[in-house]
RNA sequence: GGGCGAGUAGCUCAAUCGGAUAGAGCACCGGCCUUCUAAGCCGGGGGUUGUGGGUUCGAUUCCCGCCUCGCCUACCA
């Protein structure tokens, strides 16, 4: 409701400045104003014009003012302070408009391909890729809400030095055989153990042990740890066998852990496949021919092919500032892996993966790459717009990647190409020494320490799970002593998830999260589960009063219907009368006593708005901390208007439907944010 | 050394493209359960927006200097 209108007066603005003073103006500042006895709407354009004018922005708003005539849906425009113009809303005419469910988007907008999570298969997933996989997963959401269609991808480095290091673990340290892998897989998969928690510890004691020793038993160690990388990129070996078996059985670890999180993925493409299938290859001869990557014949990278560094500055002679793309030994780095990799999410690359089925979903199926898949497959890949959900410490090498596809002359592709980047999970120095670790003086005094899972240092994902449950679940045993088990469990774990995916959302992107556990368990103030309450208090009121939201928003619009009815009576037989007829609805929607009310349909109105900032800021926060204001002005709303004891029957029509929108309000914005709204808490 | 990000209430964070009186939550203090659930509501104290300049009608926001912190800066992935 709020974006139509303000497009609207955008449009009549613009209209305005066009045929006053013959001046263009591509998009007019609107702003919300801090009050609303200044209006729901407002512009500073005056100021502005005030130079261009050589007028003060008072008289410029004023002109404006007179020449805008009425606009529809707006009752009046007022010039406020040093030139603000205010615009008014028609309350009971806007409230009419949030009333109708939305209509679902035209799914016209574009191809989208998030890919988020991405974790490497050697150990459990921590609170940092907790973040990672809820800010991904919330972003699908609204992308899909907006009309994209989206494909969501989970890169999986099953190949990489982290694996290898997990595998090393396997074969040196617990001197296991690939059949001895298996069986342990199975027996912990019996015994309801987590392979991926096991991985945790022995990832850690590896890494450890490649420090320890002498000096020759480290650079051993060291050899080993490159050799078995080798083996493992290789394929057809026992090294391999042992990546593989581990790799995939963590992959489903991490995918049972995200599914309790409500987050699925549609496919899974793996870092093997894209050995195996040589993407590299058909990007090379393509990142050559195009002139990005050049041999460098002198310096420090003699023998390299390098690509010039974004931003960098054209320099005569040898750049050693530049970033290697295949060493002098004829192998490819990571970035240039990943390069291939983005020209296939283009459609660039002129190859394909296979596909095989891997994870089934309630209501779909997840893919994972093949050398050789099944015949009958999706089509994934060719996206117009991608999305890579990869903490902000990587940010150098998606630039390199971007600054690829453009130097190859792929810039519209490169415009659609957002490093959805966010700050890491971090631990605070009370929260590492609760969880029993050793920490340094000078860790301690930090405000954060980082999370390492090469030391094995953080929080597991699951850990946090079990405890948000175990938490909320004691609070509902005490509160739903009519409920049995089953139905507690189920409120305890939407009260949990939602705690937790709000508790990562309503942080914007770029700051650091220092993770407490009295933070993370707390459910009171500006939480997930504060929202979830507002909701469930307004199903008691509908439970209640035998009534239902549909009904509810029925009845208004019944109201509304009788009074433009009446309205149009009056005027037909009273003639100059007729602007005097009055409206209900109008009347319960102003004055002091019913700003709250209006404050309430006002922010209600605000979710397409909410939803393009978020997309276009690719910042799913605003979202989160729209949903915790609408909870907000309910909750004061609540405690001010008592619905059920209201004797004026359509003043209670009226606030029976002010509830029936927040619900629908909140409950989609909950959704959205992955949050499940409960019957009872 | 270079690049990126950050510094806002005791703590954790917001603040739309440069806009009106810098807002929330937590913590603290004081009230409110015979009511549609107190996971709630109301009230209160709390700020030189790191610092010094500049730009202008207007700066937490933009520019420059300085201070502090974090990350990145491999022929690792």
Known sequence: MVLELEKRLGRSLRAVLKEKYDLEIGTIPLETPPDLRLGEIATPIAFELARKLRKAPKIIAQEIVTALGPVPGFVRFEVAGAGYINAYLDRAAAALL???????????????????????????????????????????????AAGYKVDVQNYIDNTGVQVADVV???????????SEVRALIAELARKGERIDFYCWDLYARTSQWYGEGTGEEKAER???RLDTLHLIEHGGNDTAEIADLISTAVLRRHLETMLRLDIEYDFLPRESEILHLKFWEAAFEKLKQSGVLYFENEGKNKGCWVMTRPGAETIEGTDDDAKVIVRSNGTVTYVGKDIAYHLWKFGLLGRDFGYKRF?????????????????????????TAIYNVIDARQSDPQANVIQALRGMGYTDQADHYTHFSYEMVALTPRCAVDLGYDISEEDKQK??????????????????????????RAEVDTRQ??????????????????????????????????????????????????????????????RKGSTTPEAALAGLAKLAEQEQKASQQASESAGLQAGAAHSAISDYLTGEANEDIWSLWLRAGRRAQILEQCIGTSEPAYLAKHAFQLAQEFANFYHRHHILTEEDPARKTFLLATAAVTLRELVGALALLGIESPEAM
């Open 222 to 224: 060291k050899q080993l």
């Open 447 to 472: 405000s954060y320490i980082e999370v390492s899972g090469r030391k094995g240092f953080g929080v597991k994902a699951d850990d946090l799970i079990d405890k948000l449950i175990a938490a909320t």
């Open 481 to 542: 002593t009519s409920n049995d088990s089953a139905v507690r469990q189920k409120i305890a774990e939407q009260i949990a998830i939602g705690a937790l995916r709000y508790f990562m959302l309503k942080v914007t992107r770029n700051s650091v999260i220092a993770f407490d556990f009295k933070d993370a368990l707390s459910f009171e103030g500006e939480t997930g589960p504060y929202i979830q309450y507002a909701v469930v208090r307004i199903r008691n009121i509908f």
């Open 168 to 178: 090393v673990g396997f074969l040196h340290l617990e001197k296991k055989s690939p």
């Open 359 to 383: 994870f089934t979903y309630p209501d779909h199926e997840c893919w994972i790459s093949a050398e050789s898949g099944e015949p009958n497959h999706p089509r994934f890949g060719g996206a």
């Open 98 to 144: 949030v009333v109708p469910a939305g209509s679902p988007p035209a799914s016209e907008r574009g191809h989208a391909l998030v890919e988020h999570t991405s974790i490497n298969p050697n150990k459990a997933a921590h609170i940092g890729h907790l973040r990672n996989a809820i800010l991904g997963d919330t972003f699908v959401r609204l992308l899909r």
